[in-house]
């Protein structure tokens, strides 16, 4: 299929998975924020955002994290847009006493709670997962009521929510809260590919996907670990953007780790001109998704 206009590309810094065995991963605000401000400089126009304790790189939900981090990008680039995480509190592990009952490492917050940050800082964007799987070793759950909450909030705080897919029924549940106006009709789209219990990485998966969304949507289809560039290739030959960073991956291919965010980037970013295809600057990322320049 031919390449239609300019792609966007996403940079996804730093995730909040266990960290992986990497000299240069990000966790304190500082590195991830130069790690954002130099995956901008290499072209990503999308920053995706998570935060991390400054001590022990473990997944953080605290504002004031999320405050210097974006703080911090923005002293320096108030162009590139700031696409930050409604993910963390939706966590549920059983526990092995009592399957009536939550177990260690459950994490539930309220929508008021899970988007604290979104309403202090009113990014750009943030993201807005609406699956209910296993995940992790435990549970995502995106129910309706909380996810119709949240994409109610995100609207009225004058912020974009993207809407991220991780399996097939979550296009079908995208449908009803797009009907009663819980998300906008011009909310992107992110298909999450290769997750053990979620659409698999593969060509009929990331088509089904596109096919789902309504025509015309600005889609973004990635995969995790290894297939993070084949994936990223796959969205550009069905008409998507691309996304890469170390919250997906650490290697540029088998074998090779990437020595930054900013290097998996022009990854990236060769890939799609090898392609044929060409990268949009910020600005052209703005209008193409309806932001404020």
Same mark, same amino acid.
């Given at each position: ?17 266990? $960290?992986?065995?990497? #000299?240069?991963? #990000?966790?304190? #605000? ?35 994290? =999320? ?55 009113? #990014?750009? /964007? ?6 209910? $799987? ?11 009521? /909380? ?41 992107? %789209? ?6 053990? =219990? ?9 088509? =089904? ?9 600005? %889609?973004?289809?990635?995969? !995790? ?16 953007? !691309?996304?890469?960073? %170390?919250?997906?991956?650490? =290697? ?12 998996? !980037?022009?990854?990236?970013?060769? $890939?799609?001109?090898? /392609? ?11 209008? /193409? ?5």
């Amino acid at each position: 299929m031919r390449l239609a206009g300019k792609l966007f590309l996403t940079c996804a810094v730093t995730g909040s998975s266990p $960290m992986p065995d990497h #000299p240069n991963f #990000p966790f304190r #605000p500082d590195h991830v924020a130069a790690e954002a401000l130099a995956a901008a400089q290499a072209g990503a126009a999308i920053i995706h955002l998570h935060v991390r304790d400054r001590e022990t790189g473990d997944p953080s939900q605290a504002l004031d994290d =999320y405050r210097e981090v974006v703080g911090l990008i923005r002293a320096k680039n108030d162009d590139v847009i700031l696409n930050v995480t409604t993910g963390p509190g939706c966590t549920w592990m059983q526990s092995d006493d009592d399957p009536a009952v939550c177990g260690p490492g459950t994490l539930m917050f309220t929508a008021q709670r899970r988007l604290e940050h979104i309403l202090d800082l009113k #990014p750009d /964007m943030c993201t807005l997962d609406i699956c209910t $799987m296993q995940l992790w070793g435990g549970v995502a759950i995106n129910l309706d009521p /909380m996810i119709t909450t949240m994409g109610h909030m995100i609207q009225d705080a004058g912020v974009l929510p993207e809407i991220e897919c991780f399996e097939a029924g979550d296009f079908v549940f995208a449908d009803d809260l797009m009907a009663k106006g819980a998300i906008p009709k011009n909310a992107p %789209f992110t298909f999450v590919l290769g997750t053990k =219990y979620g659409l698999p990485a593969t060509t009929e998966a990331m088509l =089904y996907a596109r096919n789902q969304i309504p025509r015309d949507t600005p %889609f973004t289809g990635f995969g !995790v670990s290894r297939h993070s560039f084949p994936m990223a290739a796959q969205s550009v030959l069905l008409g998507g953007n !691309v996304r890469v960073g %170390f919250e997906d991956t650490i =290697y540029l291919r088998r074998g090779r780790l990437a020595a930054d965010n900013a290097d998996l !980037v022009r990854w990236g970013v060769e $890939m799609v001109e090898r /392609m044929g295809g060409d990268i949009a600057s910020a600005g052209e990322t703005r209008a /193409m998704l309806g932001l404020k320049q």
